[in-house]
């Protein structure tokens, strides 16, 4: 029962960081692959599957929500979000594959979703960026561990 709530916290924790709320998995997911009490392919899978959710709420924020961007409350700055549509518009949506990135990456998801990104294409393509990001913690972390 410990590893399912291991694996939620996980999931939580990746949901939240792709989110526009600041927060950080890669943290948490180097601590649970340097206990070794875990499977590393779960680890990532949940790990991955969060981050991309939080993501696909950005796009959805932003492909129905936009309209409310000039609210006070609205979490990302115009200015941000001005920044990250000029750079979705200049490299399209390779540009998602910046997703995994702190800072801009929340912008580029909330612009796919603004400047209306076919879901399908924005999974598959946030999702390398994010398990890619996954991969290369868990690949530093191994290495750690190995020497």
């Known amino acids: 029962m410990q590893d399912c709530y291991a694996y939620a916290g996980l999931f939580g924790s990746a949901f939240l960081a792709a989110s526009l709320f600041?927060?950080?998995?890669?943290?948490?997911?180097?601590?649970?692959?340097?206990?070794?009490?875990?499977?590393?392919?779960?680890?990532?899978?949940?790990?991955?599957?969060?981050?991309?959710?939080?993501?696909?709420?950005?796009?959805?924020?932003?492909?129905?929500?936009?309209?409310?961007?000039e609210r006070r409350w609205f979490p990302i700055k115009?200015?941000?979000?001005?920044?990250?549509?000029?750079?979705?518009r200049k490299y399209g949506r390779w540009s998602l594959l910046l997703s995994w990135a702190?800072?801009?990456?929340?912008?580029?998801?909330?612009?796919?979703g603004v400047l209306r990104e076919p879901l399908l294409p924005f999974?598959?393509?946030?999702?390398?960026?994010?398990?890619?990001r996954y991969l290369f913690v868990a690949g530093t972390v191994s290495g750690w561990l190995n020497m």
């Open 22 to 69: 600041p927060a950080q998995s890669e943290l948490l997911l180097a601590g649970l692959i340097a206990s070794e009490a875990y499977s590393l392919v779960l680890l990532l899978t949940a790990a991955t599957v969060g981050n991309v959710l939080g993501s696909t709420v950005n796009w959805a924020l932003g492909r129905y929500l936009n309209r409310l961007s």
């Open 123 to 132: 999974l598959g393509i946030v999702t390398i960026a994010k398990l890619g």
């Open 102 to 112: 702190p800072v801009i990456g929340d912008p580029i998801t909330l612009a796919a």
């Open 78 to 88: 115009k200015r941000n979000l001005n920044r990250a549509e000029n750079w979705y």
